[in-house]
């Protein structure tokens, strides 16, 4: 971790510019849907002001569970789990520093070859404030962390760095990219610290 802020007057967008869909009503939680390697990276608790309490929806019967899963999921949906997740070093959303922005999430199919399949790739590409953030990579598995607690488990997400924005972008998106080293990440007690600060802030 770097023991001082890096860019200390970030580029920020108004909020009320930035484009959203939130809905008021049964909106999506942290550990709504997580199954794979992030299901018990953070802690539940059945508190409602705890942002990574159980969801509304676990105690439904699993046939509603099946009807969410198939909900359909857009790029806006994406972006609205995702844009309220505080930087590290700022107190500010990672959608007000641009740091991911709404043309830079696609969703495509998991086998472009088996056209009935359900299975959805989300890529998010992340664009630090500065060339030589430190902290890409922290960003990047908050960003995983997020979605893969928030999505049904028919998504998988895939979070990189932006070509062109950060001089080791290429080592940063191996990283997030390698299961057993992102999983070994989240065994670090000080880096989950610092993801879940980041989520504490996700509507």
Do not use: W
């Amino acid at each position: 971790m770097a023991s001082e802020i890096q860019n200390s007057n970030p580029t920020i967008l108004n909020a009320a510019d930035l484009p959203t869909r939130l809905r008021p009503t049964a909106p999506r939680k942290s550990g709504a849907y997580g199954t794979g390697i992030f299901t018990s990276a953070l802690p539940s608790a059945t508190n409602p002001n705890d942002p990574f309490s159980s969801s509304p929806y676990s105690s439904e019967t699993s046939g509603s569970e099946d009807e969410l899963m198939e909900e359909p999921i857009d790029e806006q949906e994406i972006y609205d789990l995702i844009s309220t997740i505080s930087d590290p070093e700022h107190p500010i959303s990672l959608g007000a520093l641009a740091v991911v922005s709404l043309p830079d999430i696609s969703i495509k199919p998991s086998l472009p070859n088996v056209p009935e399949s359900p299975l959805r790739t989300v890529t998010v590409l992340i664009t630090p404030t500065i060339t030589h953030c430190s902290l890409a990579t922290v960003i990047g598995l908050g960003v995983r962390v997020r979605l893969e607690q928030s999505l049904p488990p028919r998504f998988r997400v895939d979070a990189r760095i932006k070509e062109g924005t950060h001089s080791t972008a290429d080592e940063v998106n191996k990283q997030l990219a390698d299961k057993e080293r992102v999983a070994a990440a989240l065994e670090n007690g000080t880096l989950m610290g610092v993801i879940a600060k980041m989520l504490e802030t996700c509507q």
